[in-house]
Every structure is written in structure tokens, then in C-alpha cells.
């Protein structure tokens, strides 16, 4: 299993007018695995996950996800496919309750009747350590939970593969340990994670690969030791001269 | 419900016992007391006058055209200044049918719903690529062409409009129970199946949708079709209404049909209601009906008043009168929220 791969994308580009903000990215995503992806603010990491998701189009190259193309493809129908995604700054429905918020995600992108989805989700809840706080106005929430929210409504909708989008951010310590611990659970429940991260602890914690973007480029992939370890990745992203 | 664990990878935990209530004490009351209305509203002519049926028939029509632009404007984020032409082409169809093709009028109200519907679609090919204002501006131009274009059309007898002559071939009585009867399956069809709808998965679609599409899209939504299913049926809820009301009134011209004041009066009941509730719009509709009941002779001064307390409720209570209401008391009528219970084990 950890040989079949989930996601192909091959030499995938996206320009806003001049500005060429992923530039001939190839990777893979292999069933089973977390995949790390590291870069400096504005490398294109969260167009990468737009493109992915289908927020945005690619401008050129080919994705295939489980045997099939997502060129053309809305995100909603990707959603529906196993391809789940929070975002970096939340999103929460504020007007509805933490538990219809996860609901939605659950009985359209999970494609569950919403009966199946109620046990389903109130499961996610806890795992995500929002279940007390289902009945709260998602409106209401702090931010830290707000990012919970994120995660756990992405979960709710029944992935195959997991887009995070820096939710290990503005966490403490021990936040950022639990965090962890819950990553690898999901990854351990056959959940296919690209994680986005500045946090690197954590991203080292839980990788088995890693990708490196600069200005739209991918400039090292590997295992996390050996990316870390680069040169130019060293001179980069970490501001160390070789 | 707790089959959900057998097709998740939930099934490696135990799946929590949980159930989801919905129904409060005051729904319970609200919905009891709704039925009442609509029985009461079907057997006016049993107990009211001529002149109180013509009044209430006015407000119901009020309520369907405000709820169907608070689905539009409070769940799809569609803001809409054109709902006339869906009032419009509704009532013509009717008096079309009625009058000129000899159809029962009665049937024909409710087959009339077919005209907006047909207006509706194409419109929303036009107009769906442009964004808030510019959608709204667009929604006017489309109700505009359809006055000038109605204005014009000899078949409808142009800018002299149309009677519904064939009405007088009914008694009295017979016109006040079918408009009665019209009028309470207009609520319950508008109304009522806002609230069913608003229940149902859809309605977190649409909450989800109103509150941040992007993330609703990314969710599984599909939400440019769910968009244009709502505008559908808001034109034909809108359409329904606009032909109960011609028909009451007996006579259309294309400035009454296409009158831009249709929309004002949705904005005002929604916006000073409280957006997004269906309690606010029967709060709204009360208040816009009996405001132009008391202080309509006003003339200038009134609309001027209006408009103040609509950019009052819009710039300081943006939930309107419902929203200042659930602040104090937490007593909703139409419930839609799913509130999870654990049960212990």
C-alpha cells in the first residue's frame, strides 16, 4: 500500500498576470504517507493546495488523484472524491453551531445520509477536542479552536487525503505535542496527509517525506533528514550560509 | 445512527452514543399556533369581510415575496432589486391564461408559477458571472425590460393593461374562498417549505453557503448549483405571489406589475425583521402592513421614515427585530438548529 500512489502531479504552473507563482512542480503522493512541504512565505505552498483542491485552476500540467484526472474538476466534486483541506487562515460557518459546521462537511463531502453523519462527527469532535463546545456558535470560537474546527470538519468529510494548511501555528508546546499525536492517529486510520508547516518540529515529528518550494520552484525532496540537512534549503528557508 | 461507524474509520473507536434534538417547547407552540393561522386564513370567508380578506391577502402576499428574498438575500447571498419582474410575468401569465386563453383562473394561479420559472433561468445565465452590486443592478435592468417590453406587446393590451373580466362569471363568495384558500397554500408552500428546506441538509448548505462559500465548495457543496436552484424557486414562490395578488385586485397595468416597490418592500421586511429568520419576516410584513395602514397618508414623509428605519436596522441591528428578540429570550419559532445530546452510558 505505501507503494501505490494517491496524488500525481506533474509539471503544474499557476501565474496571477506576470507573477509565476508555481513554476513546473512535479511530485508524488504516496497512499499512506505524510508528506511535508517547507518553504518561505510567498514560495507558493497555498496556491500548491488551491491548485490541489480546486480552489483555484491550474494554468498547466496534469493532477491525477486515485486513477483519475482532476483538470477540470470543481473542488466540491474533489471534495466528494477524498479530497479534504482546511485552510490556513479558518474558515469557519459562523452562523451555525461547531457541530452543524462539521455536519455539512460530513452528509455533502462525506456523502453520509445526515443520521449516519451525527455519531460519525460527534467521534471527529472528540478526537479534535471540541465536544464541548459542539453546541457553541462557531462564531464564538477562540482561534486555537478554530483551527480545531478546520481539522476536524476537513476530517468530516471522509478523506483519502488530508491538505493542512499551517495548523500547528501560534500553538504551545503541549498544544503542538497533542497536535502531533493526533496527526499520527489519523495517519495511522489510512488517512494520506500533505502538510504544510513553519512549525518544523512538528513537521519532522510526523513526515515521512518532505518537499521544499522557493519562489515557485521545488527545490529539494527527500527524506526529512537529508531535506534538512540541503544546502540550499539550509540557505533558504533557515538563512544559513553553506 | 450509529451505523455511521461501520463505514468510517470511526470503527476503531466506540462509536458515542448520540442523539440530535431539534424540537423546542416553543416551536411546539409556534407550529400549533401556525396551523391555526393557515385555518384561519383558508376560512376567512366563513368569519371576515370583504374588505379584512382583500387585508390579509395583501400581507400573506407581502410575507411569501419577503421570504423568498430573505432565501435569496439571508442564505444564497444573492441580492436581488428586480423581484418585480417575477411578480409581473406571473400576474400577465395569469391574466394571459384567464382571460384570453379561457383557463379556469383558479387553476391558472397556480400554473402561472410556470412564467417566472421560465424567466428566471436564463436570466441567471446572465447575470451569474457578476458579483453582489453587480448582480443587484443587473436583477433591476431584467425587471425594467420586462415593463417596457410588457409596455409595448399589443397582446396584452400594451401600456393599457388588462381586467380579469372572467372573474365575474363567480359569485362573490365563490372568489373569496378560492382566494382564501390560494393564500394559505401560498404560506404554507413559501413559508413552510422555506422551513422544510431550511431543516433539511440543504439549509446547512445554504448557512454554510452564506457564511463562507469558498470553504462550503471545498466541503462538498455544490454551490453555484445550489445558487441557481434557490433563485428558481424564489421566482416561483415571488410568482405565486404576484399572481394572488392581480387577482385580487382584478385589473393589471405593467407600472403595478412591474413595480419597483415590490422589491422595496421585501427589503424593508427583511432587513427590519431580521435577515436570515423566518421569524423576522412575519415580524417585518406586520410591521410594513399596518405602518402603511396608520401613516401611509403620509405620502413622502412615510417612505422617508421607512427608509431611515431600514438604514437604522441595517447600520446598528443587523439581525433586525428577531435578531434584538433572540438576544433577550432564546425562543425560536421555526427552529433549524441540531443540537447534540451525549447520551451517558
Same mark, same amino acid.
Given at each position: 500500500?505505501?507503494?501505490?500512489?494517491? %496524488?500525481?502531479?506533474?509539471? %503544474?504552473?499557476?501565474?496571477?498576470?506576470?507573477? &509565476?507563482?508555481?513554476?513546473?512542480?512535479?511530485?508524488?503522493?504516496?497512499?499512506?504517507?505524510?508528506?511535508?512541504?517547507?518553504?518561505?512565505?510567498?514560495?507558493?505552498?497555498?496556491?500548491?493546495?488551491?491548485?490541489?483542491?480546486?480552489?483555484?485552476?491550474?494554468? *498547466?500540467?496534469?493532477?491525477?488523484?486515485? *486513477?483519475?484526472? %482532476?483538470?477540470?474538476?470543481?473542488?466540491?466534486?474533489?471534495? &466528494?472524491?477524498?479530497?479534504?483541506?482546511?485552510?490556513?487562515?479558518?474558515?469557519?460557518?459562523?452562523?451555525?453551531?461547531?457541530?452543524?459546521?462539521?455536519?455539512?462537511?460530513?452528509?455533502?463531502?462525506?456523502?453520509?445520509?445526515?443520521?449516519?453523519?451525527?455519531?460519525?462527527?460527534?467521534?471527529?469532535?472528540?478526537?479534535?477536542?471540541?465536544?464541548?463546545?459542539?453546541?457553541?456558535?462557531?462564531?464564538?470560537?477562540?482561534?486555537?479552536?478554530?483551527?480545531?474546527?478546520?481539522?476536524?470538519?476537513?476530517?468530516?468529510?471522509?478523506?483519502?487525503?488530508?491538505?493542512?494548511?499551517?495548523?500547528? =501555528?501560534?500553538?504551545?508546546?503541549?498544544?503542538?505535542?497533542?497536535?502531533?499525536?493526533?496527526?499520527? &492517529?489519523?495517519?495511522?486510520?489510512?488517512?494520506?496527509?500533505?502538510?504544510?508547516?513553519?512549525?518544523?518540529?512538528?513537521? %519532522?515529528?510526523?513526515?515521512?517525506?518532505?518537499?521544499?518550494?522557493?519562489? =515557485?520552484?521545488?527545490?529539494?525532496?527527500?527524506?526529512?533528514?537529508?531535506?534538512?540537512?540541503?544546502?540550499?534549503?539550509?540557505?533558504?528557508?533557515? =538563512?544559513?550560509?553553506? | 445512527?450509529? $451505523?455511521?461507524?461501520?463505514?468510517?474509520?470511526?470503527?476503531?473507536?466506540?462509536?458515542?452514543?448520540?442523539?440530535?434534538?431539534?424540537?423546542?417547547?416553543?416551536?411546539?407552540?409556534?407550529?400549533?399556533?401556525?396551523?391555526?393561522?393557515?385555518?384561519?386564513?383558508?376560512?376567512?370567508?366563513?368569519?371576515?369581510?370583504?374588505?379584512?380578506?382583500?387585508?390579509?391577502?395583501?400581507?400573506?402576499?407581502?410575507?411569501?415575496?419577503?421570504?423568498?428574498?430573505?432565501?435569496?438575500?439571508?442564505?444564497?447571498?444573492?441580492?436581488?432589486?428586480?423581484?418585480?419582474?417575477?411578480?409581473?410575468?406571473?400576474?400577465?401569465?395569469?391574466?394571459?391564461?384567464?382571460?384570453?386563453?379561457?383557463?379556469? @383562473?383558479?387553476?391558472?394561479?397556480?400554473?402561472?408559477?410556470?412564467?417566472?420559472?421560465?424567466?428566471?433561468?436564463?436570466?441567471?445565465?446572465?447575470?451569474? #458571472?457578476?458579483?453582489?452590486?453587480?448582480?443587484?443592478?443587473?436583477?433591476?435592468?431584467?425587471?425594467?425590460?420586462?415593463?417596457?417590453?410588457?409596455?409595448?406587446?399589443?397582446?396584452?393590451?400594451?401600456?393599457?393593461?388588462?381586467?380579469?373580466?372572467?372573474?365575474?362569471?363567480?359569485?362573490?363568495?365563490? +372568489?373569496?374562498?378560492?382566494?382564501?384558500?390560494?393564500?394559505?397554500?401560498?404560506?404554507?408552500?413559501?413559508?413552510?417549505?422555506?422551513?422544510?428546506?431550511? +431543516?433539511?441538509?440543504?439549509?446547512?448548505?445554504?448557512?454554510?453557503?452564506? $457564511?463562507? @462559500?469558498?470553504?462550503?465548495?471545498?466541503?462538498?457543496?455544490?454551490?453555484?448549483?445550489?445558487?441557481?436552484?434557490?433563485?428558481?424557486?424564489?421566482?416561483?414562490?415571488?410568482?405565486?405571489?404576484?399572481?394572488?395578488?392581480?387577482?385580487?385586485?382584478?385589473?393589471?397595468?405593467?407600472?403595478?406589475?412591474?413595480?419597483?416597490?415590490?422589491?422595496?418592500?421585501?427589503?424593508?421586511?427583511?432587513?427590519?425583521?431580521?435577515?436570515?429568520?423566518?421569524?423576522?419576516?412575519?415580524?417585518?410584513?406586520?410591521?410594513?402592513?399596518?405602518?402603511?395602514?396608520?401613516?401611509?397618508?403620509?405620502?413622502?414623509?412615510?417612505?422617508?421614515?421607512?427608509?431611515?428605519?431600514?438604514?437604522?436596522?441595517?447600520?446598528?441591528? #443587523?439581525?433586525?427585530?428577531?435578531?434584538?428578540?433572540?438576544?433577550?429570550?432564546?425562543?425560536?419559532?421555526?427552529?433549524?438548529? #441540531?443540537?447534540?445530546?451525549?447520551?451517558? #452510558?
Amino acid at each position: 500500500m505505501a507503494n501505490s500512489i494517491l %496524488l500525481e502531479a506533474r509539471g %503544474l504552473n499557476k501565474a496571477f498576470g506576470a507573477l &509565476r507563482v508555481v513554476q513546473d512542480v512535479s511530485f508524488d503522493v504516496r497512499a499512506g504517507e505524510v508528506l511535508g512541504i517547507l518553504g518561505p512565505n510567498g514560495a507558493g505552498k497555498t496556491t500548491l493546495f488551491n491548485l490541489v483542491s480546486g480552489d483555484l485552476r491550474i494554468d *498547466g500540467g496534469e493532477l491525477i488523484f486515485d *486513477g483519475q484526472s %482532476l483538470v477540470g474538476q470543481p473542488s466540491n466534486r474533489r471534495c &466528494r472524491i477524498g479530497i479534504g483541506r482546511t485552510y490556513q487562515i479558518p474558515r469557519p460557518y459562523v452562523g451555525m453551531t461547531t457541530f452543524e459546521n462539521l455536519l455539512v462537511a460530513a452528509s455533502f463531502g462525506g456523502g453520509k445520509t445526515e443520521a449516519e453523519s451525527y455519531s460519525f462527527c460527534a467521534q471527529i469532535l472528540r478526537d479534535c477536542e471540541l465536544i464541548d463546545k459542539a453546541n457553541r456558535s462557531a462564531g464564538s470560537l477562540t482561534l486555537l479552536d478554530r483551527k480545531r474546527l478546520e481539522l476536524a470538519r476537513a476530517l468530516a468529510s471522509a478523506p483519502k487525503l488530508l491538505l493542512l494548511d499551517e495548523i500547528a =501555528g501560534g500553538l504551545t508546546d503541549e498544544e503542538g505535542q497533542a497536535l502531533v499525536k493526533l496527526i499520527r &492517529r489519523i495517519r495511522d486510520r489510512g488517512i494520506t496527509i500533505v502538510w504544510i508547516e513553519h512549525v518544523l518540529h512538528a513537521l %519532522l515529528a510526523v513526515a515521512d517525506r518532505m518537499m521544499v518550494l522557493n519562489f =515557485g520552484e521545488k527545490i529539494a525532496e527527500g527524506a526529512p533528514a537529508d531535506v534538512i540537512q540541503d544546502a540550499e534549503v539550509r540557505r533558504v528557508y533557515m =538563512g544559513i550560509e553553506g | 445512527m450509529t $451505523d455511521a461507524s461501520a463505514v468510517s474509520a470511526a470503527d476503531l473507536f466506540d462509536p458515542p452514543a448520540v442523539r440530535v434534538q431539534r424540537r423546542t417547547a416553543s416551536s411546539i407552540v409556534a407550529a400549533v399556533v401556525s396551523l391555526a393561522a393557515l385555518g384561519g386564513i383558508a376560512s376567512m370567508p366563513l368569519w371576515a369581510t370583504q374588505g379584512q380578506i382583500r387585508d390579509v391577502v395583501e400581507l400573506c402576499c407581502y410575507i411569501a415575496v419577503a421570504q423568498m428574498w430573505n432565501l435569496l438575500a439571508g442564505y444564497a447571498g444573492i441580492v436581488s432589486v428586480g423581484q418585480q419582474a417575477f411578480v409581473g410575468v406571473a400576474a400577465y401569465a395569469l391574466f394571459i391564461m384567464a382571460q384570453l386563453w379561457g383557463l379556469n @383562473p383558479f387553476v391558472a394561479v397556480v400554473l402561472a408559477m410556470i412564467a417566472p420559472v421560465l424567466l428566471a433561468i436564463p436570466t441567471y445565465g446572465l447575470l451569474h #458571472r457578476l458579483d453582489g452590486p453587480y448582480f443587484a443592478i443587473g436583477t433591476w435592468v431584467i425587471a425594467e425590460v420586462m415593463r417596457l417590453a410588457t409596455s409595448v406587446f399589443g397582446y396584452v393590451n400594451a401600456g393599457a393593461g388588462m381586467s380579469l373580466r372572467v372573474m365575474a362569471s363567480y359569485s362573490a363568495t365563490e +372568489r373569496a374562498v378560492g382566494v382564501s384558500i390560494l393564500c394559505a397554500l401560498m404560506l404554507l408552500v413559501t413559508v413552510g417549505g422555506s422551513y422544510w428546506l431550511l +431543516r433539511s441538509r440543504y439549509g446547512l448548505a445554504l448557512i454554510a453557503l452564506r $457564511d463562507n @462559500p469558498v470553504a462550503a465548495a471545498s466541503q462538498g457543496v455544490a454551490v453555484g448549483r445550489l445558487r441557481f436552484l434557490i433563485w428558481v424557486a424564489a421566482a416561483a414562490g415571488t410568482g405565486l405571489a404576484g399572481a394572488i395578488y392581480f387577482m385580487a385586485q382584478l385589473r393589471i397595468t405593467p407600472p403595478s406589475a412591474y413595480d419597483p416597490n415590490w422589491a422595496n418592500i421585501a427589503i424593508f421586511i427583511v432587513m427590519v425583521g431580521g435577515l436570515g429568520s423566518l421569524e423576522g419576516v412575519i415580524i417585518g410584513a406586520l410591521i410594513y402592513f399596518f405602518a402603511d395602514r396608520w401613516f401611509g397618508e403620509y405620502g413622502a414623509t412615510y417612505l422617508v421614515v421607512l427608509g431611515l428605519l431600514t438604514l437604522f436596522m441595517a447600520l446598528f441591528a #443587523r439581525g433586525g427585530i428577531w435578531g434584538l428578540i433572540c438576544r433577550r429570550v432564546d425562543a425560536p419559532w421555526f427552529p433549524t438548529r #441540531r443540537i447534540l445530546v451525549e447520551d451517558k #452510558r
